[in-house]
């Protein structure tokens, strides 16, 4: 007879749960990826040329002045600068925070009904395309019959930031809300689900992705908005913000001083569109495919 052998006994494999990288690691890995390392790369040489370009020519100043020369009118003037852009900041701040209330109430209030949606939305369309340098002047002298001094100025340059902003919101808003999956809605329909809960657990989710989208845009605009009427304030003699600062400049020949200010608000455009891309990143990146990274 012969003997059967001993079978082997298998040893239970227990996996190793790979371990998150660190806050630090993955902020590196972000500031280091291509996204951000290309850009960069082609910002670093511009202004490279840029140099070259004026040096080379002997560009005076008046006409085009040298990042190196912007750079120092930029730390000269730092004070009064910074005071300008802090305005700005507010203006576009509170604009934008009220072109996103207004946006999604008014885009609730269409998809409740499709004759309010057509009664009301073509004005939007108009308020959207009047040119805000048109009807600027006349919104600061309604404001100021209104809103008594000293916000008279900031309430007028709001009103005129959140005009060029709001539209954005309602336009991608409401695409959203209208464009639910019928299936997940008679679904809704089938268990007897109301007007508000169908709004709150089916909608808005769906619409996410596109208030989203419209919030990088709006961001983008109400800096312009901002930016434009305080053009039209300073001409009127009113001081606020960045743009009274490059009108001024531009009147006393200060072309390094305009060419700063025009950094900052660059800079605080770039800001507002790269805080709302990581938010709206943030948002979806569990479960939309806009947000969501592959492998393959």
Request: glycine share 6%.
């Amino acid at each position: 007879m012969t003997k059967s052998l001993p079978q082997p006994t298998l040893l239970p494999v227990t996996e190793t749960p790979n371990p998150k990288p660190a806050l630090g690691t993955k902020l590196w890995k972000k500031l280091t990826s291509i996204d951000v390392l290309a850009p960069l790369a082609v910002g670093v040489i511009a202004l490279i040329l840029w140099e070259l370009f004026v040096r080379i020519t002997n560009m005076p100043p008046f006409l085009l002045p040298g990042p190196i020369l912007v750079i120092q009118a930029l730390i000269k003037d730092w004070g009064t600068l910074f005071g300008a852009l802090m305005i700005t900041v507010q203006i576009t701040l509170v604009a934008f925070l009220a072109a996103v209330v207004s946006g999604v109430l008014i885009s609730v209030l269409f998809v409740q009904s499709k004759w309010i949606e057509r009664s009301f939305f073509p004005y939007a369309v108009i308020l959207q395309t009047t040119p805000i340098v048109a009807i600027a002047p006349l919104i600061i002298l309604w404001i100021r019959r209104i809103v008594p001094e000293p916000n008279t100025t900031f309430a007028a340059l709001v009103v005129c930031a959140w005009i060029v902003a709001f539209f954005p919101i309602i336009s991608n808003t409401t695409l959203g809300l209208n464009s639910v999956d019928h299936n997940l809605r008679n679904v809704f329909q089938l268990y007897r689900a109301s007007k508000w809960q169908t709004l709150i657990y089916l909608q808005l989710p769906a619409a996410l992705p596109y208030f989203l989208g419209g919030l990088k845009i709006s961001g983008g605009l109400a800096l312009i908005g901002a930016v434009v009427a305080e053009f039209v304030a300073g001409t009127g003699g009113a001081k606020a913000g960045l743009a009274y600062q490059i009108l001024m400049a531009s009147y006393n020949l200060q072309i390094p001083r305009m060419f700063a200010a025009l950094l900052l608000t660059t800079v605080l455009g770039v800001f507002i569109f790269v805080s709302l891309t990581a938010l709206s990143d943030f948002l979806l990146k569990n479960w939309h495919e806009s947000a969501i990274k592959r492998e393959n």
